[in-house]
T-cell receptor, first 112, second 112 residues
Framework: AQSVTQLDSQVPVFEEAPVELRCNYSSSVSVYLFWYVQYPNQGLQLLLKYLSGSTLVKGINGFEAEFNKSQTSFHLRKPSVHISDTAEYFCAVSANNNDMRFGAGTRLTVKP | EAGVAQSPRYKIIEKRQSVAFWCNPISGHATLYWYQQILGQGPKLLIQFQNNGVVDDSQLPKDRFSAERLKGVDSTLKIQPAKLEDSAVYLC??????????FGNGTRLTVT
């Protein structure tokens, strides 16, 4: 089965600084990759997804991620963060469009 | 479109009691998922339905957890009897044909 490792449990960063949240996956088959964001007391909201095609994927709120098959990574980036980006971010992998597995999450804290 | 609806939002019970959660997916979404999210962890799949049939329940603790989706629309998840370690947020998600998933806001269960 596929699995996901998020390499950082917490990432503190100052407002307007760039940020990268790291995600590595393992799977014996082709996968689909996702990043979700979770604000306090809310469900998960899809930020972006990689299904096929271009390896650079742009999502909502200015986030983007790059699929790197050779390094089995799907890191999330934003060039300039805002206070409102403070949340929990989850990387997820799905094989054959089913059985989505989530990482443990990275808590992004943006400081003024 | 209306999102995934879950109720109740919060529930506090004592150990060994029973509890049930309800989920109404987005209209037309054939696939429905129940996830358990323990504090500080990523969501873990409990059960996946395709219409009213079970696709994957390999991680559902069947001695105490049960779920049904009788008419292929809304679903209930039950825990009987509850244990302290069942304290978590229970997330329902739906999708039209696999990924990506659309999540509800979850039910936060506290077992005392």
């Amino acid at each position: 089965a596929q699995s996901v490792t998020q390499l950082d449990s917490q990432v503190p960063v100052f407002e307007e600084a760039p940020v990268e949240l790291r995600c590595n996956y393992s799977s014996s088959v082709s996968v689909y990759l996702f990043w979700y964001v979770q604000y306090p007391n809310q469900g998960l909201q899809l930020l972006l997804k990689y299904l096929s095609g271009s390896t650079l994927v742009k999502g909502i709120n200015g986030f983007e991620a790059e699929f790197n098959k050779s390094q089995t990574s799907f890191h999330l980036r934003k060039p300039s963060v805002h206070i409102s980006d403070t949340a929990e971010y989850f990387c997820a992998v799905s094989a054959n469009n089913n059985d989505m597995r989530f990482g443990a999450g990275t808590r992004l804290t943006v400081k003024p | 479109e209306a999102g995934v609806a879950q109720s109740p939002r919060y529930k506090i019970i004592e150990k060994r009691q029973s509890v049930a959660f309800w989920c109404n997916p987005i209209s037309g979404h054939a696939t429905l998922y129940w996830y358990q999210q323990i504090l500080g962890q990523g969501p873990k799949l409990l059960i996946q339905f395709q219409n009213n049939g079970v696709v994957d329940d390999s991680q559902l603790p069947k001695d105490r957890f049960s779920a049904e989706r009788l008419k292929g629309v809304d679903s209930t998840l039950k825990i009987q009897p509850a244990k302290l370690e069942d304290s978590a947020v229970y997330l329902c998600a739906s999708s039209p044909n696999g990924s990506p998933l659309h999540f509800g806001n979850g039910t936060r269960l506290t077992v005392t």
